[in-house]
């Protein structure tokens, strides 16, 4: 029979609630640490905040209800109670690109604060390579008087979990371990053993952990960053897209991505900048060229919709999808951001659409919000996040649509063609 532990969750976002969750299923005691009060009391009540992550509003539920999880807003006080602590706060890039320790750092000086000889530490927030030795490692011993590898352990084990499907994922993906010694790395092998139902994969090192989580993210930017090219070229020459790309992926050895207007969330935009941070010159050109290419695409995209148009100054937009992706609410890195402030540079009127926010919470991005169940006047509309709500969307209501951007390869570009609507992409832009 698995061991029972006692763990503290620090951080309980999108990604930590559902770990907290998923944790108590396996009869441990959890306690999960929010630096918001909101987010303590409905864990401590029972709910889940966390909306479209399937499972994890009866998970909450059921374990709060079996006394298996419970909240709090004092990290000091949740490690001192626990046996291992798991970090889970996210570390984001500054203006500068460069990673901005604060919030990070603040969690782990709580978490040194409480720590107790013989106390596990796992970091699962993505990190640059070697932090886990020597940047977390310093602030615990340094909050808690002990030696790392001696008086507590510490290891790195990256989330690696999708928005919308994070209980599924935990059970399926493989969870990578890297300690920061062999003691560190068997301790953390049991515990997950003991937590999740996924394989548990033992690396040599934290560094080599952290490096697998940078490497499988920017490689998905890369890709990203090919589709895009290819697509341009492709598209320019009189290539279907949709069918050249699922032709070379027929072929095993192949495996690109779909291009689009841009690449949002917390991880693909973000952790390229944790290696490019740290190389030297000549070092991960391509890793830079990438994101170059994807951080420019929203700028290319709207200048061709502004040569579609005749020019932007005075057009109504609307701009369909605000989250990063589809199906999901989450506005962290969202193209739709930079496609906004660039249409209002352009001089044209932005309208918002988006069936997960609220109208206030749309209207505070400076847009006029719709409803597209009326007649709505539109120039141009842009497909920024295809979400399942516009796949019966009556374009009919959208009175006087000359073209429509489609962000992400998404539209069945016929239909809207036979109404004289126009249709640009990444791989058709205006023929003009």
């Not at 690109?97 to 969690?107: E, I, M, V």
Request: one cysteine or more; proline letters at 4%.
């Amino acid at each position: 029979m698995s061991r029972a532990y006692r763990v503290a969750v620090v951080g309980l976002g999108k990604i930590g609630l559902p770990l907290a969750a998923q944790l108590a299923t396996k009869g441990h005691t959890v306690v999960g640490v929010d630096i918001n009060p909101q987010v303590v009391a409905s864990v401590e009540a029972g709910r889940s905040h966390i909306d479209g992550e399937p499972g994890l509003v009866e998970a909450v539920r059921a374990a709060a209800d079996a006394g298996r999880l419970s909240a709090t807003t004092d990290t000091t006080d949740a490690t001192r109670r626990s046996e291992v602590a798991i970090v889970i706060v996210p570390l984001v890039v500054g203006a500068d690109k460069k990673p901005d320790y604060d919030n990070l750092d603040a969690a782990l000086s709580a978490v040194g604060k409480g720590l107790q000889r013989g106390s596990l530490v796992i970091v699962e927030t993505t990190l640059p390579m070697g932090a886990t030795r020597k940047h977390v490692a310093p602030i615990l011993e340094s909050e808690s008087g002990l030696a790392p590898g001696e008086g507590f352990y510490l290891a790195f084990s990256p989330e690696r979990v999708y928005a919308g499907r994070a209980l599924q994922d935990l059970a399926r993906y493989p969870k990578i371990v890297g300690g920061i010694d062999a003691e560190s790395t068997r301790r953390a092998l049991e515990f997950y053993q003991a937590s999740l139902d996924a394989d548990v994969r033992v690396v040599a090192n934290s560094e080599t952990a952290e490096f697998a989580k940078l490497a499988e993210t920017t490689y998905r930017d890369v890709n990203i960053a090919l589709a895009n090219q290819l697509a341009l070229y492709g598209g320019a020459r009189g290539a279907d897209l949709k069918e050249a790309f699922e032709a070379a992926n027929s072929q095993p050895f192949s495996h690109l991505h779909r291009p689009g207007i841009g690449v949002g969330g917390h991880c693909i935009p973000v952790y390229p900048h944790f290696l490019l941070s740290d190389s030297s010159d000549g070092e991960l050109d391509l890793v830079r060229i990438a994101r170059d290419v994807n951080d420019g695409m929203a700028a290319r995209s709207v200048r061709w919709l502004d040569d579609a148009v005749g020019g932007l100054a005075g057009k109504r937009v609307l701009v369909l999808g605000l989250s990063y992706r589809e199906d999901v609410k989450e506005l962290s890195f969202s193209t739709a951001l930079a496609v906004i402030e660039l249409l209002r540079s352009a001089g044209a009127i932005v309208l918002a659409h988006d069936p997960h926010f609220s109208a206030s919470e749309l209207a505070a991005l400076e847009v006029e919000v719709v409803d597209l169940e009326k007649p709505l006047a539109v120039d141009a509309a842009i497909v920024q996040a295809y979400h399942r709500e516009y796949r019966d969307l009556d374009w009919g209501r959208l009175v006087g649509l000359r073209v429509v951007l489609d962000g992400r390869g998404a539209l069945g570009a016929a239909a809207l063609r036979s109404r004289g609507i126009e249709v640009i992409s990444v791989g058709q832009p205006p023929a003009r």
